[in-house]
């Protein structure tokens, strides 16, 4: 072909669009996405082309190319209908990713055709601009796709909407992306540790500026119910099932907010309703085997426990936990739930082979491992009664530096453990050298140099305590 491959892969380089957004798939269950975005299409009509255009990127990685460009012929078409003064400003980030995939496809030509489309419309719309061109709502659309590639890119997402936001302050599509990263910012940074930003005020805007958007309105009655401000929330999510009492998205917010009230009966309801709608999207699976699962708690606490009832929901928690597990591998919580549903139910084999199957892992982030450790240390104390095997894996966790729940729990059972197996008069060297490591491992320094000074006058000659405690004194 008369096209040099290389020239082009610079000049591909030089795109905004999804191939060069570093989406990784590895941090996704690609079948899961393509579920979620295609629901999405079926009940939203106002984000059909950002939906288009990353489905055909979904479909690129699931290695359908063919797939991919009848997607973008899509968002071709909803530029027409939704832009049709302003084509060539829309169509940048469709045309990149024509671009890209006719490349994979070693279709040069037509690769190229696309890339001058797009570099002679930069060039028009701004003097400067060569096939790069920063434009608010291309900065959107790629915030909005990280945002569906899940945790990893939650911070870059917010970024992207800030800089959306810095051209068009009120625009409430910037406002609603930016108050979503920072709710879920947020809620990562409180489950795995990490800096707490507040985001009631931005989600507040995005619900001023968005009256329509139910889904933002339930973001912050969710936000207001984390504030122990839920009475305030409720109003949000009880107008939102009068609003949009059939949007799938929505409907999984409202769930959520009331099961975390503690009317799992009316979550149950809401998630049912949203699956008839959705019967594959994989987060209302995972929704509705919580809901099961918090109602098989409830219910074993009851004078005289219902056991068909509970035996039911078990097998109904299971079978949706696995349907999650099955559609999305990445989803690591659901491992851990899967297995604490097998445990309630004294299926300590199956619980075991779970844990196994997500301890081998080596794609968690750090997070995700402490979330395991406690998980699976909490099972070997509660229900294997090994308690020396719950402090291995405590322990596992606090190696982890990261602030985490799961760290805070784990050092308060692990301390409270091995407290009272020495104040019993059962502890030996080890129990008191192991606690020393606890103490040292939560900074607490003094507290361990008492500790390893005790086990050292039990065990004089234990390498372990005696060159922890010259390196403590050392550091003191």
């Known amino acids: 072909s008369t096209i040099s491959e290389d020239s082009l892969k610079t000049s591909l380089l030089q795109l905004e669009c999804h ?7 590895e941090h996704v269950g690609l079948e899961a996405l393509e579920e979620t975005i295609l629901d999405h299409i079926k009940f939203s009509a106002e984000y059909k082309i950002k939906d288009y255009n990353i ?8 290695n359908s190319n063919e797939e991919a460009l009848k997607s973008l012929k899509k968002a071709e078409e909803a530029i027409q209908e939704h832009h049709p003064g302003e084509i060539a400003r829309r169509s940048l980030v469709t045309w990149g990713n024509y671009a890209w995939i006719y490349y994979h496809m070693q279709r040069y030509e037509e690769a190229q055709i696309y890339v001058s489309k797009v570099e002679n419309s930069c060039k028009k719309l701004s003097s400067t601009a ?3 061109i920063q434009l608010p709502e291309i900065y959107a659309e790629q915030g909005w796709a990280l945002l569906r590639f899940g945790g990893n890119y939650f911070e870059r997402a917010k970024n992207c909407f800030e800089n959306a936001l810095k051209s068009e302050p009120d625009n409430p599509d910037f406002n609603a992306g930016y108050a979503t990263a920072m709710y879920r910012l947020k809620g990562e940074a409180q489950r795995y540790g990490g800096e707490v ?4 005020e931005a989600l507040k805007r995005a619900v001023e500026l968005n009256p329509e958007d139910t889904t933002i309105a339930a973001l912050f009655a969710l936000e207001l119910q984390r504030l122990q401000r839920g009475n305030e929330g409720e109003r949000y999510i009880e107008e939102g099932l009068e609003k949009t009492p059939d949007f799938p998205v929505f409907l999984r917010h409202a769930a959520n907010f009331y099961r975390k009230k503690g009317d799992v009966n009316k979550a149950a309801g809401i998630l049912n309703k949203a699956l008839a709608l959705t019967p594959k999207a994989v987060v209302l699976h995972h929704q509705l085997g919580l809901c099961y699962k918090s109602k098989v708690f409830q219910l074993k ?13 078990i097998r109904l928690a299971i079978l949706h936990f696995k349907t999650v597990i099955e559609k999305k591998p990445v989803f690591f919580s659901a491992y851990i739930d899967l297995a604490k549903t097998y445990a309630l139910d004294k299926r300590y084999e199956e619980a075991e082979e779970v844990f196994q199957k997500v301890l081998q892992r080596n794609d968690l982030s750090c997070g995700e491992k ?3 450790y406690f998980n699976y240390g909490n099972f070997q104390h509660f229900h294997m009664k090994s308690d020396s095997k719950a402090i291995k894996y405590f322990i596992e966790c606090l190696k982890i530096k990261n602030d985490s729940f799961a760290r805070k729990w784990s050092s308060e059972t692990v301390e409270k453990l091995l407290k009272q197996k020495i104040e019993s008069g059962f502890g030996d060297a080890t129990d008191i050298g192991t606690l020393g490591l606890v103490f040292n491992l939560n900074g607490k320094k003094q507290e361990a140099i008492e500790c390893y000074e005790r086990a050292t006058a039990l065990d004089p000659n234990n390498e372990e305590y005696l060159n922890a405690l010259a390196e403590l004194q050392l550091s003191i």
């Open 197 to 200: 930003t507040p985001c009631l």
């Open 55 to 62: 489905l055909s990127y979904v479909c690129h990685l699931k």
């Open 370 to 372: 402490q979330e395991i």
């Open 19 to 25: 191939f060069t957004w570093a989406l990784l798939k």
């Open 130 to 132: 060569h096939g790069k």
């Open 301 to 313: 606490k009851t004078r005289y426990p219902p056991l068909e009832e509970i035996e039911n929901l």
